[in-house]
Nanobody
Framework: DVQLQASGGGLVQPGGSLRLSCAAS????????IGWFRQAPGKERVGVSF????????VNADSVKGRFTISRDNAKNTVYLQMNSLRPEDTAVYFC????????????????????WGQGTLVTVSS
């Protein structure tokens, strides 16, 4: 059974940090493209950070560059999203997703590129 289990969300003050986890089962995280997406209330789901299959390069949205870091722990079969210097506008439900195939950079962003999705974890940045 293929599953992605996202966790680690919560309430944090502006300027604070959180680390989200995405535990995979049914496949190995070093053999897929991984994406973190977020969906703020009343808005569309958008891509935040990606870990490419194959060359393991990372891509980040401009809004999170220098603040968010995506990484992978093969032994735990888990992908992480380290979020620093959080801002109120980072408030959203965060989702992890996996694509079986290798994606070029322009194909990382569309939701339709991904085969599997986690259930989402809520991040609230507020004082």
């Amino acid at each position: 059974d293929v599953q992605l289990q996202a966790s680690g969300g919560g309430l944090v003050q502006p300027g604070g940090s959180l680390r989200l986890s995405c535990a995979a089962s049914g496949f190995t995280v070093n053999d897929v493209t991984i994406g973190w997406f977020r969906q703020a209330p009343g808005k569309e789901r958008v891509g935040v950070s990606f870990l490419k299959k194959g060359d393991y390069g990372t891509v980040n949205a401009d809004s999170v560059k220098g603040r968010f870091t995506i990484s992978r722990d093969n032994a735990k079969n888990t992908v992480y999203l380290q979020m620093n210097s959080l801002r109120p506008e980072d408030t959203a439900v965060y989702f992890c997703a996996a694509a079986k195939r290798r994606l070029i950079t322009s194909s990382l962003w569309p939701i339709a590129s991904y085969d599997y999705w986690g259930q989402g974890t809520l991040v609230t940045v507020s004082s």
